[in-house]
């Protein structure tokens, strides 16, 4: 319950945060499309509708990246998905990354 509530708080305070400044999603893009790597084809990067219509025209000059609305994403989430490849950005994903790290460094 303590996690689900911890997620919430952070989900809307991100939200805000990417509200503000589309270009932290902007770098979170980048990172998620690096971790694929430069010779990857057929990538399909997904964002919250609005995330996406705020920075596509920062993601234009991606060529080998195919982008989608989805609207099952909250705003500065995103999945990235490629052959054999799948990250999820999404915050629960990314909270719990964070968690763990905690855990391991205890």
Same mark, same amino acid.
């Given at each position: 319950?303590?996690? *689900?509530?911890?997620?919430?708080? #952070?989900?809307? /305070? ?10 932290? /999603? #902007? ?7 690096? #971790? ?25 000059? /991606? ?27 999404? /915050? #629960? ?10 855990? *391991?460094?205890?």
């Amino acid at each position: 319950a303590l996690a *689900e509530m911890a997620s919430s708080i #952070a989900g809307v /305070l991100v939200g805000h945060a990417y509200q503000a400044d589309p270009m932290l /999603l #902007a770098d979170l893009v980048t990172e998620a499309l690096d #971790a694929v790597g430069a010779g990857a084809r057929d990538i399909e990067l997904r964002l919250h509708p609005d995330d996406l219509g705020g920075l596509t025209p920062h993601l234009m000059a /991606l060529d080998s990246v195919r982008l989608s609305a989805d609207a099952s994403l909250a705003r500065g989430e995103l999945r990235v998905h490629g052959e054999g490849v799948r990250i999820d950005g999404t /915050l #629960a994903s990314r909270l719990q990354g964070v968690l763990a790290g905690m855990a *391991e460094g205890a």
